[in-house]
């Protein structure tokens, strides 16, 4: 009995010990969990910013997508397609016969459009290497996703 006694003595002490300790790891999981989410809120709130309040805004997308295609003289061809049939944002296949140089330019022009465009794909052929030269088909293609800074 004495012997039993003296264990359960030991067990208290241990569980004792065990619970002072998680209390003070509860106390500092649910701070660094505080510190983490306290901002998702507001990162939640921008990233919904960023989509078109109207189909106005990818409208002007459009508009000045044609611009810059105007303005660089390439010919360039402007599809809507889904990438994902969840998502509420439109996606783009932009399609056009050129450069790496007029990939590059074409880059910077909506670089500086007041829309955040995510690039998903870049398909360029080289010209240099393209067993037919007659035919001029679009040798580059971008898919990307548009949303309104």
Request: charged residues 25%; negative net charge; without cysteine.
């Amino acid at each position: 009995m004495g012997f039993s006694l003296i264990g359960v003595r030991h067990d208290i002490a241990s569980l004792t010990k065990f619970l002072d300790k998680a209390d003070g790891i509860q106390a500092n999981f649910e701070r660094s969990l505080q510190v983490y989410t306290e901002s998702t809120q507001e990162i939640v709130d921008y990233l919904l910013s960023l989509r078109p309040v109207s189909e106005e805004g990818y409208i002007n997308f459009i508009a000045s997508t044609e611009e810059v295609a105007q303005r660089l003289g390439l010919d360039l061809e402007l599809n809507s397609i889904v990438l994902d049939s969840k998502s509420k944002s439109l996606a783009y296949k932009l399609s056009f016969y050129g450069s790496f140089g007029d990939l590059d330019r074409v880059l910077r022009e909506f670089e500086s459009l007041p829309y955040f465009i995510r690039i998903y794909s870049i398909d360029f052929e080289d010209l240099k290497f393209s067993k037919n030269d007659e035919n001029q088909s679009k040798n580059v293609n971008l898919i990307i996703q548009v949303y309104v800074k």
